[in-house]
């Protein structure tokens, strides 16, 4: 308990912490909000780094962003305190603190009078929350690349997710392959497709942007009372990467029917409500500024980090549950053939899809 405290204390917070609730959502940090003698707020988040390995490029990136966004909130006359993170240094003026054990420890303010949402309720809901990531990218849209380190590489690497998954099957570490020939199928089935954004990054079709990579809902802070998105946050795993891969994550987690690892497969299908909503919010946000191909490939990106998705999860099965978090055997497999069947629906809706970004040209 008040080892919390104590770290917190290494900070240069307005006035000494004296409490802290830990926070009881996100997966991959522990965060914890602390409160102090005067009344001010504070998140402190220790850094997991067994998947961030390098916290000073991570810190490095998170800072560079957050003060280029400044200023463009400050440019625009918006509220600068509320509408991004602000990083709090340790009393000796380094961005995180390192404990005894190793653990990195970073701390910012703690934005008041916000709600996330762990899914999205409504189709209004989902279209605000793409409107605020169109926004994040475009106000990053000048932001130097080259500045970025990348956090975890190869993070959205279809190909290199697919070679991966051909390892996984050739050690086949659980003995698990002779039991998923329909899954296994399904993904070589898939492998032409597995370049599709990479091919256009690299011939220069789609371009590099800055891009946020965990577009989830529950990394938007909302206004409690307007409902209105205040603040990105999660800022971890922004990298170099193509708009296809924050469109592409939100549509299959958010657009999805069915939760990630519903294994009534009758129950899992894309909204094309939600699609069409997060399509809206998302291209609007970004305020003209993707070019024809990015806008026409958007439809293209959904289904390949769905498929890519699928291929991890299916991946991790054979490997033995090593990476992803796992409650009962077989869960990664539900969720590698939920995933499947996201694709297979987004497949058959293509053209659909491709009518609604069209109208965006
Ligand atoms: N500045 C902030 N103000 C208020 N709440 C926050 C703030 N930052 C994070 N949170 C809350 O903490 C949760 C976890 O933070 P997040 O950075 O998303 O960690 P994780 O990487 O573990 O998902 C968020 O979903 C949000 O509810
Ligand atoms: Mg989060």
Known sequence: MTDVLNIAAQFDLRSAPSSYRECSEGHINGTYFIYCEKGERYVLQRINTSVFKDPDGLMKNIIGVTEHISKKIEAAGGDVKRGTLHFISTKDGSVYYRDENGGCWRAYEYVRNVVGYQSAESPKVFESVGRAFGKFQMQLADYDVTRLVETIPDFHNTPARYRAFEEALCANAAGRAESVPDEIAFVKEHRVICSYIMDRMEAGVIPRRVTHNDTKLNNILLDKVTGKPVCVIDLDTVMPGSVLFDFGDAIRFGASSAAEDETDLDLVYMREDMFNA????????????????????????????????????????????????????????????NQFKLVLDMEQKMPQMLATVKKYL
């Open 278 to 337: 997060f399509a809206r919010g998302f291209i609007g946000g970004l305020d003209g500024s993707l070019t024809d191909m990015e806008i026409l490939a958007l439809p293209m990106g959904a289904m390949i980090i769905t498929l890519e998705t699928g291929i991890r999860f299916l991946t991790d099965y054979l490997n033995g549950d090593t990476y992803f978090r796992i409650h009962y055997p077989t869960q990664n497999l539900d969720r590698a053939r």
